[in-house]
């Protein structure tokens, strides 16, 4: 089965810290996914990356940046942490960009910004 | 750009009851993938069903079946026989070819016994 795991269940930290959330997937899939979900707004894609080093912006990037240096690992960075970025995170993976592969989750990261 | 809409917000159905949840959505593309996914109580998103944009064809799995019409741009969900597990928020996602996913904003399910 895949696995997709994220460092932090839960997670507390402070305005205008920088904010490390890291995910890691072990089935060599090529790409991986940052979205954060809030109540009655569903799921709303961050970033995505189909390759090492390779990354797209979502529908909501601002105040986010990613990182992807090896293939396992995808991680979200808030560069400045703001209250309005309290929030649950989830990482996803899949196989290959064009094609019907489903994403694995993570069990999620719940942020929450003082 | 591309959306998806889950009109429904809020389901509730007694346990064995048929439930459809419906899922519109809105594309230029012309190759694009649709899913639904079931997020239980416990959190963890888990992948349900599948369909391309050249396959109208509609299919049951088990309890689960789908209809797709591209005519409708319509990829509706539909749960036979309800059971309690079922209670979860089900999500209905797109994906273009470039590997852009956008979801709808979920349908919460309640079974009850």
């Known amino acids: 089965d895949v696995k997709v795991t994220q460092s932090s269940r839960y997670l507390v930290k402070r305005t205008g810290e920088k904010v490390f959330l890291e995910c890691v997937q072990d089935m060599d899939h090529e790409n991986m996914f940052w979205y954060r979900q809030d109540p009655g707004l569903g799921l709303r894609l961050i970033y995505f990356s189909y390759d090492v080093k390779m990354k797209e912006k979502g529908d909501i990037p601002e105040g986010y940046s990613v990182s992807r240096e090896k293939k396992e690992r995808f991680s979200l960075i808030l560069e400045s942490a703001s209250t309005n970025q309290t929030s649950m995170y989830l990482c996803a993976s899949s196989l290959l960009t064009g094609d019907n592969q489903p994403q694995h989750f993570g069990d999620g990261t719940r942020l929450s910004i003082l | 750009a591309q959306k998806v809409t889950q009109a429904q917000t809020e389901i509730s159905v007694v346990e064995k009851e048929d439930v459809t949840l419906d899922c519109v959505y809105e594309t230029r593309d012309t190759t694009y993938y649709l899913f639904w996914y079931k997020q239980p109580p416990s959190g963890e998103l888990v992948f349900l069903i599948r369909?391309?944009?050249?396959?109208?064809q509609n299919e049951i799995s088990g309890r689960y079946s789908w209809n797709f019409q591209k005519s409708t741009s319509s990829f509706n969900f539909t749960i036979t026989a309800s059971q309690v597990v079922d209670s979860a928020v089900y999500f209905c996602a797109l994906r273009n070819n470039a590997g852009k996913s956008t979801f709808g904003d979920g349908t919460t399910l309640t079974v009850k016994p």
């Open positions: 369909r391309n944009s050249f396959d109208e």
